[in-house]
């Protein structure tokens, strides 16, 4: 019944930046942790960030941490994920997922996925 939908997804030079938003509808923004995942081609889907449902607590995958912020909106149901100096290495589809629980997360519902290009 809950449902994540994604946009923000595109082509981009090596050094730039985008910003990724998933949409949270069908049950309570501040009931759930968020995450981003992403999945290259030929590659197995890898966690990137994460975000607690009080908001304070973020974790980050070694590979993006100080280049990526993932945040939330509880107004508008909405968890963002700010990329910067992106590099051709993040080309990937990026996918938001939403936890009922931790320790470990659930993973419970998954977002559609978008494409985020990064040119040399």
Do not use: H
């Not at 607690?52 to 980050?60: D, K, N």
């Amino acid at each position: 019944q809950v449902q994540l939908v994604e946009s923000g997804g595109g082509l981009v030079q090596a050094g730039g930046s985008l910003r990724l938003s998933c949409a949270v509808s069908g049950g309570t923004f501040s009931s759930y942790a968020m995450g981003w995942f992403r999945q290259a081609p030929g590659e197995e889907r890898k966690f990137v960030a994460r975000i607690s449902r009080s908001g304070i607590s973020t974790v980050y995958a070694t590979s993006v941490k100080g280049r990526f912020t993932i945040s939330g909106d509880n107004a508008k149901n909405t968890v963002y994920l700010q990329m910067n100096n992106l590099s051709p290495e993040d080309t990937a589809v990026y996918y938001c997922a939403a936890a009922r629980d931790g320790l470990p997360y659930s993973w419970d519902y998954w977002g559609q996925g978008t494409q985020v290009s990064v040119s040399s």
